[in-house]
């Protein structure tokens, strides 16, 4: 497959306009055109934003797609700012590129080639250039693809590039959108942002830790369970412009109503998927990597050495906690203390990702010998997640509930600890706990750190001898295997993405009907 791509795309680069300035970038007048695409190719791009969290499942979903499809092309777009980090010995930083498996990589610009910082470029400035360069840059890749002979016939976009089916629909190329968090988060949103907003904010602000939601085909949700998104009130707040973006990416949803493809499966979110009538929810999932994908990556990746699978090696089955908070937000030195002497306090062994200049890292400092190795643990800066899930030496993993991750361990069989931080992981933790039992939750003080004690006492829960702890693994066991089961051949998940790749030549665009919208309480 690699060598279809070779001789007719590299090298190549972006147009000479990417350092102009938005005005500048206004998508050229077309007429949508239909496209002669009985006799053409299977072509997917998938465009996602720079981000390590969006990259990695869009990658992986694309892999599985090439799978099903032996015969059909594949593209991955990211923003430049991404693409360079994936691919740093590039000549060029929007130079493409072609992995082993035959994937092309096209960047397109979103403004911000040397990456986003809020610090430096302000988020007033974000969203507006990021859709009008990314508008005109991503047209120019299809543009660029149809005229070498390899035309796009559908696009699949991930959530934060909203504005993606406006260039699909200029080209007459079909879109679907990839929804890489769970689907109760996507009925929570569309619930929001479809005349439940004020009963949504208000539950997920209110002090009584029993308050609850009830949305249309979703059970009740407590205000701990919801996406921290919801609960912003004002401009002013720090992550007003996710939630502006998110209202972008809905309105545009109500306009073209695509097919939408979700990173879950149907036994872990049978209701949620139903639950918006107004909208075909697919389930895809778990979309994890394997031992032979070429979508392992990960935009911080450090070289290692390997280390902690040796030291892994050394350990009894199910004796290790596995720790790490990913790698968007910093965790606060307080944290990271309390962290520390809770996993002591344990008296078991841990392995601890802890990144490079955040607060883990400088509470760290000083207890280590030249590997990384404390009397009782070890601390990387990077670790293959994949790996160190699947070696039965692991019996913990303290996460913060990010979805990718938390997919990972389901299908690894590894119990959890969550610690959910923002965004989506609220509602990821609830599925953990209360939806599948496969792990506990951590409760945070009133300054939403989760004190040494409170570690202490959920690792145990899963970690001990007890009746709490035997159910937990045993559930663990289940959810691994009916996720398993979801992507194996045949499975649900399986066949609902095979359904989908051969649709290529009936437009996911089409309009559904509207359904009605159901009463909805907070109690």
């Known amino acids: 497959m690699a060598d279809m791509f070779t001789d007719t795309f590299l090298p190549r680069r972006l147009p000479s ?22 006799s053409a190719t299977p072509h997917f791009l998938f465009v996602t934003t720079p981000m390590q969290g969006h990259i990695n499942p869009a990658r992986r979903l694309a892999a599985r797609v090439m799978a099903s499809m032996p015969g059909a092309r594949v593209t991955f777009s990211t923003a430049v700012g991404g693409h360079r980090l994936m691919f740093p010995s590039l000549a060029s930083p929007d130079e493409e590129t072609v992995d082993d498996a035959g994937v092309l990589y096209v960047p397109y610009s979103d403004g911000f080639d040397e ?32 005229a070498r002979g390899r035309p796009v016939t559908c696009m699949v976009y991930a959530f934060l590039v909203g504005w993606a089916p406006h260039v699909a629909r200029a080209h007459g190329i079909p879109a679907a959108l990839y929804w890489i968090q769970p689907a109760a988060v996507f ?32 059970p009740p949700l407590r205000s701990s369970a919801l996406p921290s998104v919801v609960s912003i009130t004002s401009p002013e ?30 036994a872990l979110e049978p209701d949620a998927l139903r639950a918006v009538a107004q909208f075909e929810l697919v389930a895809v999932g778990p979309v994890v990597p394997d031992e032979a994908s070429p979508s392992r990556s990960d935009l911080f990746r450090r070289d290692d050495g390997k280390g902690y699978m040796e030291w892994l090696d050394t350990k009894p089955a199910r004796s290790v906690v596995y720790v790490s908070f990913g790698s968007f937000l910093s965790m606060s030195e ?79 069989g590894v119990p959890m600890v969550a610690v959910p931080q923002w965004t989506d992981q609220p509602t990821v933790a609830w599925l953990v706990e209360a939806r599948m039992g496969v792990g506990v939750r951590a409760r945070a003080d009133d300054e939403g750190a989760v004190d040494r004690g409170e570690l202490q006492r959920c690792v145990e829960t899963i970690m001990g001898d007890g009746e709490a702890a035997l159910g937990i693994r045993a559930q663990a066991d289940l959810w691994r295997g009916r996720a398993e089961e979801a992507i194996a051949g ?34």
């Open 17 to 38: 306009t990417l350092g102009s300035t938005p005005e500048n970038h206004a998508v050229p007048s077309q007429k949508p055109r239909s496209m002669e695409r009985s």
């Open 115 to 146: 990456g986003f910082r809020p610090e430096v470029h302000g988020t007033d400035t974000y969203k507006e250039r990021a859709r009008a360069v990314g508008r005109e840059t991503l047209s120019a890749v299809v543009a660029g693809l149809a």
């Open 187 to 218: 009925a929570v949103y569309y619930h929001y942002f479809h005349g439940h907003e004020a009963l949504i904010a208000s539950c997920a602000n209110d002090a009584d830790p029993d308050a609850a939601v009830e949305l249309p085909g979703l």
């Open 237 to 266: 707040h720090p992550h007003y412009l996710l939630l502006d973006m998110m209202r972008d990416l809905f309105l545009v949803l109500d306009e073209y109503k695509p097919k939408v493809l979700v990173n879950t499966f149907d």
């Open 334 to 412: 307080r944290q990271a203390e309390e962290t520390r002497r809770g996993l002591e306090a344990t008296g078991r062994p841990y392995l601890w990702v802890a990144r490079k200049g955040a607060g883990e890292c400088a509470t760290l400092d000083g207890g280590d010998d030249d590997n990384g190795v404390r009397a009782q643990g070890v601390v990387v800066e990077w670790c293959d997640q994949v790996k160190v899930l699947s070696h039965p030496a692991v019996g913990c993993f303290v996460t913060h509930c990010g979805w990718n991750s938390t997919l990972e361990s389901v299908t690894s």
């Open 490 to 523: 045949g499975g649900t998940s399986e066949r609902n993405l095979r359904a989908f790749a051969s649709e290529l030549c009936s437009d996911v665009n089409g309009t559904r009907g509207d359904g009605v919208r159901a009463a909805a309480t907070c109690t």
